[in-house]
Protein backbone atom coordinates (compact mmCIF):
# COMPACT_ATOMS: atom_id res chain seq x y z
CA UNK A 1 0.00 0.00 0.00
CA UNK A 2 1.79 3.25 -0.84
CA UNK A 3 2.08 6.51 1.48
CA UNK A 4 1.23 9.03 -0.58
CA UNK A 5 -2.74 9.93 0.13
CA UNK A 6 -1.85 9.81 3.67
CA UNK A 7 0.94 11.77 3.74
CA UNK A 8 -0.18 14.29 1.72
CA UNK A 9 -2.97 14.55 4.58
CA UNK A 10 0.05 15.82 6.67
CA UNK A 11 1.23 18.70 4.07
CA UNK A 12 -0.68 21.58 4.56
CA UNK A 13 -0.60 21.71 8.83
CA UNK A 14 -2.35 19.48 10.64
CA UNK A 15 -4.64 16.52 9.52
CA UNK A 16 -7.99 16.97 10.71
CA UNK A 17 -6.86 13.66 13.53
CA UNK A 18 -4.23 15.36 14.67
CA UNK A 19 -4.98 17.79 17.90
CA UNK A 20 -0.97 17.81 18.81
CA UNK A 21 -1.54 15.81 21.66
CA UNK A 22 -2.47 12.15 23.04
CA UNK A 23 -6.06 11.06 22.74
CA UNK A 24 -7.95 11.01 26.26
CA UNK A 25 -8.65 7.76 25.74
CA UNK A 26 -5.22 6.31 25.14
CA UNK A 27 -3.96 8.56 28.55
CA UNK A 28 -6.52 6.48 30.42
CA UNK A 29 -5.58 3.33 29.61
CA UNK A 30 -1.88 3.93 30.28
CA UNK A 31 -2.77 5.43 33.73
CA UNK A 32 -4.43 2.38 34.26
CA UNK A 33 -1.36 0.28 33.58
CA UNK A 34 -2.42 -0.90 30.10
CA UNK A 35 0.67 -0.53 28.43
CA UNK A 36 3.51 -3.32 29.32
CA UNK A 37 6.03 -4.34 27.94
CA UNK A 38 7.67 -3.55 24.10
CA UNK A 39 4.60 -1.37 22.83
CA UNK A 40 3.75 -1.00 18.55
CA UNK A 41 1.72 2.14 17.98
CA UNK A 42 0.09 0.90 14.14
CA UNK A 43 -0.94 4.34 12.46
CA UNK A 44 0.96 6.67 14.60
CA UNK A 45 0.63 9.39 12.47
CA UNK A 46 2.55 12.07 14.43
CA UNK A 47 3.45 10.17 17.37
CA UNK A 48 1.73 11.63 20.48
CA UNK A 49 0.01 8.44 21.38
CA UNK A 50 3.37 6.84 21.04
CA UNK A 51 5.25 9.50 23.02
CA UNK A 52 2.92 9.25 25.50
CA UNK A 53 2.86 5.64 26.35
CA UNK A 54 7.23 6.02 26.15
CA UNK A 55 7.38 8.96 28.56
CA UNK A 56 6.44 5.88 30.91
CA UNK A 57 9.72 4.47 30.37
CA UNK A 58 8.14 1.86 27.71
CA UNK A 59 10.38 0.73 24.83
CA UNK A 60 7.71 2.15 22.08
CA UNK A 61 7.70 1.49 18.17
CA UNK A 62 5.52 4.06 15.95
CA UNK A 63 4.68 2.97 12.26
CA UNK A 64 3.01 4.67 10.04
CA UNK A 65 3.01 4.70 6.04
CA UNK A 66 3.18 8.42 5.92
CA UNK A 67 7.05 9.86 5.82
CA UNK A 68 5.91 13.29 6.82
CA UNK A 69 4.03 12.13 9.61
CA UNK A 70 6.71 10.25 10.99
CA UNK A 71 9.34 13.03 10.58
CA UNK A 72 7.52 15.21 12.39
CA UNK A 73 7.00 12.22 15.20
CA UNK A 74 11.07 12.05 14.94
CA UNK A 75 11.56 15.87 15.71
CA UNK A 76 9.27 15.86 18.63
CA UNK A 77 10.83 13.01 20.09
CA UNK A 78 13.88 14.50 20.04
CA UNK A 79 12.61 17.82 21.23
CA UNK A 80 11.15 16.45 24.10
CA UNK A 81 14.01 14.28 24.64
CA UNK A 82 11.84 11.35 24.72
CA UNK A 83 13.25 8.06 23.34
CA UNK A 84 10.76 6.27 20.93
CA UNK A 85 11.15 4.92 17.49
CA UNK A 86 9.07 5.37 14.64
CA UNK A 87 9.93 3.32 10.85
CA UNK A 88 7.69 3.39 7.80
CA UNK A 89 5.57 0.35 7.72
CA UNK A 90 2.91 -1.17 5.98
CA UNK A 91 0.36 -2.44 8.36
CA UNK A 92 -0.87 -5.28 6.18
CA UNK A 93 3.21 -6.46 6.42
CA UNK A 94 3.81 -5.92 9.68
CA UNK A 95 5.71 -8.71 10.20
CA UNK A 96 8.68 -7.53 8.25
CA UNK A 97 9.84 -5.24 11.09
CA UNK A 98 11.16 -8.34 12.69
CA UNK A 99 9.87 -8.02 15.94
CA UNK A 100 7.63 -8.60 18.64
CA UNK A 101 5.27 -6.51 20.79
CA UNK A 102 3.38 -7.30 24.34
CA UNK A 103 1.36 -4.03 24.04
CA UNK A 104 -0.08 -3.17 20.56
CA UNK A 105 -2.16 0.09 19.90
CA UNK A 106 -4.80 0.83 17.15
CA UNK A 107 -5.95 4.37 17.19
CA UNK A 108 -7.58 5.26 14.48
CA UNK A 109 -6.19 2.94 11.68
CA UNK A 110 -8.55 -0.19 11.76
CA UNK A 111 -11.31 2.12 10.92
CA UNK A 112 -9.94 3.21 7.60
CA UNK A 113 -9.88 -0.47 6.35
CA UNK A 114 -13.15 -1.63 4.28
CA UNK A 115 -13.81 -5.56 5.31
CA UNK A 116 -12.11 -7.06 2.80
CA UNK A 117 -9.28 -5.65 4.39
CA UNK A 118 -9.71 -6.38 7.83
CA UNK A 119 -8.77 -10.02 8.05
CA UNK A 120 -5.55 -9.62 6.29
CA UNK A 121 -4.32 -6.81 9.06
CA UNK A 122 -5.89 -9.06 11.86
CA UNK A 123 -3.41 -11.42 10.81
CA UNK A 124 -0.39 -8.70 10.47
CA UNK A 125 -1.37 -7.55 13.78
CA UNK A 126 -1.64 -10.93 15.04
CA UNK A 127 1.74 -11.77 13.47
CA UNK A 128 3.54 -9.27 15.71
CA UNK A 129 1.96 -9.32 19.02
CA UNK A 130 3.20 -12.46 21.62
CA UNK A 131 0.28 -14.66 22.62
CA UNK A 132 -1.21 -13.43 25.80
CA UNK A 133 -0.38 -9.60 24.54
CA UNK A 134 -2.99 -7.01 24.27
CA UNK A 135 -4.23 -5.16 21.30
CA UNK A 136 -6.57 -1.67 22.40
CA UNK A 137 -8.39 -0.49 18.98
CA UNK A 138 -9.72 3.03 19.60
CA UNK A 139 -11.79 3.67 16.59
CA UNK A 140 -15.15 5.23 15.26
CA UNK A 141 -18.41 4.24 16.24
CA UNK A 142 -21.69 3.97 14.21
CA UNK A 143 -23.40 5.23 17.42
CA UNK A 144 -24.29 8.20 16.50
CA UNK A 145 -25.37 11.39 16.03
CA UNK A 146 -21.92 13.01 14.81
CA UNK A 147 -20.24 10.50 13.64
CA UNK A 148 -16.66 10.27 12.42
CA UNK A 149 -15.91 8.95 8.54
CA UNK A 150 -15.88 5.20 8.09
CA UNK A 151 -17.63 4.67 11.49
CA UNK A 152 -17.76 0.93 12.91
CA UNK A 153 -19.90 -1.26 15.05
CA UNK A 154 -19.21 -3.83 17.83
CA UNK A 155 -20.36 -6.69 15.69
CA UNK A 156 -17.60 -5.35 12.71
CA UNK A 157 -14.93 -5.33 15.72
CA UNK A 158 -15.96 -8.63 17.22
CA UNK A 159 -16.22 -9.90 12.99
CA UNK A 160 -12.70 -9.03 12.37
CA UNK A 161 -11.20 -10.59 16.03
CA UNK A 162 -13.30 -13.39 15.93
CA UNK A 163 -11.38 -16.64 18.25
CA UNK A 164 -9.98 -18.29 15.10
CA UNK A 165 -8.36 -15.17 13.72
CA UNK A 166 -5.43 -15.73 16.94
CA UNK A 167 -7.32 -13.17 19.39
CA UNK A 168 -10.13 -12.50 21.41
CA UNK A 169 -12.38 -10.28 22.58
CA UNK A 170 -11.96 -9.10 26.06
CA UNK A 171 -14.24 -5.53 25.93
CA UNK A 172 -15.66 -3.09 23.86
CA UNK A 173 -16.47 0.41 25.03
CA UNK A 174 -18.10 3.66 24.56
CA UNK A 175 -15.73 6.40 24.38
CA UNK A 176 -14.67 9.33 22.32
CA UNK A 177 -11.85 10.18 19.05
CA UNK A 178 -10.95 13.55 19.28
CA UNK A 179 -10.57 15.63 16.01
CA UNK A 180 -10.03 18.78 14.84
CA UNK A 181 -13.29 18.85 13.69
CA UNK A 182 -15.73 17.43 16.47
CA UNK A 183 -16.13 20.12 19.02
CA UNK A 184 -17.01 17.12 21.93
CA UNK A 185 -14.87 14.23 19.77
CA UNK A 186 -16.64 12.06 17.60
CA UNK A 187 -18.02 8.45 19.11
CA UNK A 188 -15.62 5.69 19.37
CA UNK A 189 -15.27 2.01 20.83
CA UNK A 190 -12.33 1.42 23.09
CA UNK A 191 -11.75 -2.10 22.61
CA UNK A 192 -9.18 -4.07 24.45
CA UNK A 193 -8.61 -7.57 22.66
CA UNK A 194 -6.22 -10.24 23.51
CA UNK A 195 -3.77 -11.99 21.48
CA UNK A 196 -4.87 -16.15 22.43
Given at each position: MTGLPWDASYHDGPAPWDIGR??????RVA????????VLDAG?????????????????LGVDVAETALAIAREKAEDRGI????????????????RRFDTVLDCGLFHTFGRDERPE????????????????VLCFSDDGPDTGPHPVSREDLEAAFAPGS???????????????????????????????
Open positions: PQPAIVSEGGFAGACGTGENALHVASLGLPVEAEFVAADAFELERLGYVASLASVTERGGTLYGWSVAAIRPDRIQTMIHDDGAPAHLATINRR
